[in-house]
C-alpha cells in the first residue's frame, strides 16, 4: 500500500522501548501513539546488544532496533554521587559533563545510516539524556525538525554540558512538567545568550490513562479491610525497592485501628485489627488502583520517578498523595493540593491524623482530582498539543 504523501515521517530515537514498566517507555509510546494520528511513526530502539530476531513493525509503529554502545552504570552512579557531594547547588559541574555522558554509553556507528534511511521530516529524541545525537544531526539532509523530550525529571544531568550543547540545536524542548520545564528553560536560556539559540520550550504534560469503573471495584477478599493507607515500597515489579516503613506503630497509635497495605515487589502485605495476611492480588496496575480507591491516602516512599505516574493515578482515582520532600513527586503533590509533603515522621503522622477525618480527606481529594483531570486527564487535548509540538511546524513549512 502506497504510503500518504499528506502524512508527516517521523523517527523516534529512544532506548526504552523494550522495558514495559520504565516510565520513560510509558512516555514515549504515549507520546509516538498521539503523533501516528497524523504522522506515520517509526521507532528506533537502541539495544545494547543485536535483536536475535529483529522485529519490523510493533503495533502502529514502524520499528527498527539498532544495537548501541552499553552504557556503565555503576560507573556513572559513583561518578553521579561524588559530584553531587563535591558542588552543594546539587549541579554537575561542566567539567565533567562531557565524560559523564561517554559513561552512559549509546555510540552507534549505523544509528545516522538506520535514521536515514526512514527519511524522518521531524527527528524526536526520547529520553537518551545524552550529548552525543548532536554530531549525528549534521549527516542528515536535509535536516529534520529536531524534537527533544528530555524525560529526567530532577536529573542533574540536564544541565550537563554536552547535553546542554544539545538542547540548543533542538527546534523544540518538549517538558513532561512544569519543573522539568523550568530547569529545559534555564539551560536554553544560558545557552541562548551565548550562541543565540530559537529553541522553543513548551509544557507537554503526559496524559494517564484510567480505567476509573476498575477502580472502584474491591479487591477480591479484601471486603474487611477498612481504614487502611497504602505504603508504596515497590512498584511497578522490577524496580528497585525502598526499606520497611519504621513508624507503622506510632502510625498506629496515633490512629486507632488504622490498617496499612504493604505494596513490594515481592508481595502485598495487609496489618489490620492486629494481624497480618498476603493481599489475594497480582501485582497489576489496575490491581494497584482498586486499592488505592478504598484508601486514606497513598504513602509513596520512593524516590519518585521520571513522572510521578503512581502519584497522579492515585489524584485521579480520588485518593490523596503523601511523599517525602525527597521525592520528585513532590511538586505534583504542592500543584495539586491533593496531598502533603512531608520532612519527618512526625510531619507524615499529622498528615495521616488529618485525612483520618473524612471531610478533611474528602476536600483534599476533590482538589486533587480536579487537578489532575484539567492537567492529566484530556486526552483530545493532548493528542492535539503533541501533533502541534512534534509535526506541527514541519506540516507548516512544507
Known sequence: MPADASRQ??????????????ERYFATRAYAGAATTVADVTIVHLTSSPAANPRLRDGAFGLAEVAATAGRPVEEAILLAALASADRSGRVPEVAGRGLHALEGG?????????????????????????????MLDTLQPRPRLVVLPLMGDDPRLSAQGYRDFLRRADVVCATSPGERERVAAVVGSATEVVGSATEVVDLPLVVPMN??????????MSHFDNYVVILRGFPPGTVECP?????????RAVPGLGVAD???????????????????????????????????????????????EAIESLLIGTPVLVPSTSTSR????????????????????????????????????RGREWALRVHGDRERFVADVTNSLVGAAAAAS
Do not use: C, M
Open 212 to 221: 476509573t469503573v476498575a477502580a472502584s471495584h474491591r479487591l477480591v477478599g
Open 331 to 366: 511538586r505534583i503533590v504542592v500543584e495539586s493540593g491533593g496531598g502533603h509533603v512531608y520532612w519527618d515522621e512526625d510531619d507524615l503522622i499529622e498528615a495521616v491524623v488529618a485525612l483520618s477525618d473524612p471531610k478533611e480527606r474528602a476536600k483534599v481529594a476533590d
Open 263 to 309: 505494596i513490594t515487589n515481592a508481595e502485598w502485605r495487609a496489618t489490620s485489627k492486629g494481624f497480618g495476611y498476603t493481599v489475594p492480588a497480582g501485582p497489576s496496575r489496575v490491581n494497584l488502583w482498586r486499592l488505592l480507591a478504598q484508601a486514606i491516602a497513598l504513602i509513596d516512599l520512593r524516590p519518585g520517578g521520571v513522572l510521578g505516574r
Open 9 to 22: 515521517k517521523v523517527t523516534v530515537v529512544t532506548t526504552s522501548w523494550g522495558n514495559v514498566n520504565d
Open 107 to 135: 555510540r552507534s556507528p549505523e544509528l545516522a545510516t538506520r535514521i536515514g534511511a526512514t527519511a524522518p521530516e521531524v527527528l524526536v529524541v526520547a529520553g537518551l539524556n545524552q550529548g552525543w545525537p548532536a554530531s
Open 244 to 252: 520497611a516503613f519504621g513508624g507503622y506503630w506510632n502510625l498506629r
